[in-house]
């Protein structure tokens, strides 16, 4: 959570990319990272802005970041894991919006009496 809030230049409660590359490209960070079992190059590191933004607002919340960070310090697959967890967590949110669309479609068609618009 320190992290965070020292990455977060603007003290706005959220990280945008800029920041998140500003704090990954630091050398005292990634010794720190290095302490907590996360071996990683800022390329690499940078990367990952993208698998913790799991809500897909283009920023990371502390939730997000602290919560990512969490799951990289397991050294099983790492990599593949994260990939795996932010493609389902994007997916669901894509079935979400079409469900959503589908119930409006579904609801107008009612609204008409079971006509089809046109």
Excluded: Y
């Excluded at 800029?18 to 704090?23: A, I, K, L, Q, T």
């Excluded at 997000?64 to 894991?81: I, K, P």
């Amino acid at each position: 959570r320190k992290s965070f809030h020292e990455a977060d230049a603007d003290a706005n409660g959220i990280l945008d990319r800029d920041e998140f590359v500003g704090w990954a490209e630091s050398d005292a960070n990634l010794r720190a990272l290095q302490r907590a079992g996360i071996d990683t190059k800022p390329v690499e590191l940078i990367g990952l802005f993208d698998l913790f933004d799991v809500g897909g607002t283009g920023a990371l919340s502390i939730d997000e970041f602290v919560s990512g960070f969490a799951r990289a310090q397991d050294n099983l697959g790492m990599n593949h894991f994260l990939m795996l967890e932010h493609m389902f967590k994007r997916m669901a949110r894509e079935v979400k919006c079409v469900r959503t669309s589908v119930d409006e479609v579904a609801t107008a068609v009612d609204a008409r009496g079971g006509a089809p618009a046109g």
